[in-house]
């Protein structure tokens, strides 16, 4: 659970925030996921499937600059097809693996159906960034892990903002609010109330 504590990050709340055309930010995985996804209300809280899509179509409107990585597109595919396996298995009754589920021909073409109508949302709403990261020894991207809450994409998909000077995030992720110097836009009410209470909830 995220605390005051742990908070290093500015944090600006989305649902009461209006979104400026100076604005930058990256659109994390999760917002894509329900914005893209066409069953994406059906794991999902109302407020996500609510404030992200609403807040990002009004930065679009404002003219702020949206960016998503391959990461982020990497990273939905594999999130869509989980979601797609999860209602087969709960339809059908049956427990079954990802790589069996992947040769059934219908299945499949679902969530490749998916998966392409969600890169094409991603293309309208969003500016791709490329990634040019090398991983080596002693490399950021370790010292991010080792440092911050991130799992492996997260601190990947942070190496890659900072390399392009994008220092915002719209995501619903407690993790990214423990990453000092970025601000993080978000309705988490959990992230905002931590964010409060360090003193790092920027009103504007």
């Known amino acids: 659970m995220i605390t005051s504590e742990n908070i290093k990050a500015n944090v600006i709340?989305?649902?009461s925030d209006n979104p400026q055309k100076t604005d930058r930010f990256?659109?994390?995985s999760n917002v894509w996921f329900w914005i893209a996804y066409s069953k994406?209300?059906?794991?999902?809280?109302?407020?996500q499937s609510t404030y992200y899509p609403q807040y990002l179509c009004e930065a679009i409107a404002t003219e702020a600059n949206t960016h998503y990585f391959s990461l982020n597109v990497a990273e939905l595919a594999h999130t869509i097809e989980k979601?797609?396996?999860e209602l087969f298995k709960k339809s059908n009754g049956v427990?079954?693996?990802v790589k069996d589920f992947r040769h059934i021909e219908l299945?499949?073409?679902k969530v490749i159906s998916e998966v392409r109508n969600a890169h094409y949302i991603l293309n309208q709403a969003g500016v791709e960034l490329p990634v040019d990261i090398p991983v080596g020894k002693d490399h950021d991207l370790i010292n991010d892990i080792a440092e911050?809450?991130?799992d492996g994409y997260d601190a990947l998909i942070l190496e890659a903002m900072k390399a392009k000077g994008v220092y915002s995030i719209l995501t619903d992720d407690s993790d990214y609010a423990c990453v000092e110097d970025i601000t993080v836009f978000t309705a988490n009410r959990n992230v905002?109330?931590?964010?409060k209470g360090a003193g790092k909830l920027i009103v504007r």
Do not use: G
């Open 13 to 15: 709340d989305i649902r």
């Open 26 to 28: 990256l659109v994390d």
């Open 40 to 47: 994406a209300s059906l794991n999902c809280k109302n407020y």
């Open 83 to 85: 979601s797609e396996r």
């Open 95 to 97: 427990e079954i693996e």
């Open 107 to 109: 299945e499949r073409k």
């Open 148 to 150: 911050y809450l991130l």
């Open 192 to 195: 905002i109330t931590a964010a």
